[in-house]
């Protein structure tokens, strides 16, 4: 079983910036992605971004530029650096980490990310 506990979320104004953080606790496969995404109210939950325990990594295009994923894999954790905030960035953030095949899938309970203009 794995949990994944989210952290760093907040209010800042447009332009602000904030790191976000997710902790991975428990075993699974060597081979998994974990990423970043995002629900806003009456929205859809989209990726943010995404990387592999290759350290392949993949963003959404709206963030592209903007936001970085990184891993500290000694540490178990993800991180995402959000600089440039915009409104339309305002959502909750979840973790989740899954496993090739969908061998298995792991969300976290996510973190609210506020931008006011």
């Known amino acids: 079983q794995v949990q994944l506990v989210e952290s760093g979320g907040g209010s800042v104004e447009t332009g602000g910036s904030l790191r976000l953080s997710c902790v991975a606790s428990?075993?699974?496969?060597?081979?998994?992605?974990m990423g970043w995404y995002r629900q806003a109210p009456e929205k859809q939950r989209d990726m943010v971004a995404l990387i592999s325990s290759s350290g392949y990594t993949d963003y959404d295009d709206s963030v592209k530029g903007r936001f970085t994923i990184s891993a500290d894999n000694a540490k178990n954790t993800i991180y995402l650096e959000m600089n440039n905030l915009k409104p339309e960035d305002t959502a909750v953030y979840y973790c989740r980490k899954w496993g090739r095949g969908g061998s298995f899938d792991y969300w976290g309970q996510g973190t609210q990310v506020t931008v006011s203009s």
């Open positions: 428990g075993s699974v496969d060597s081979l998994f992605a």
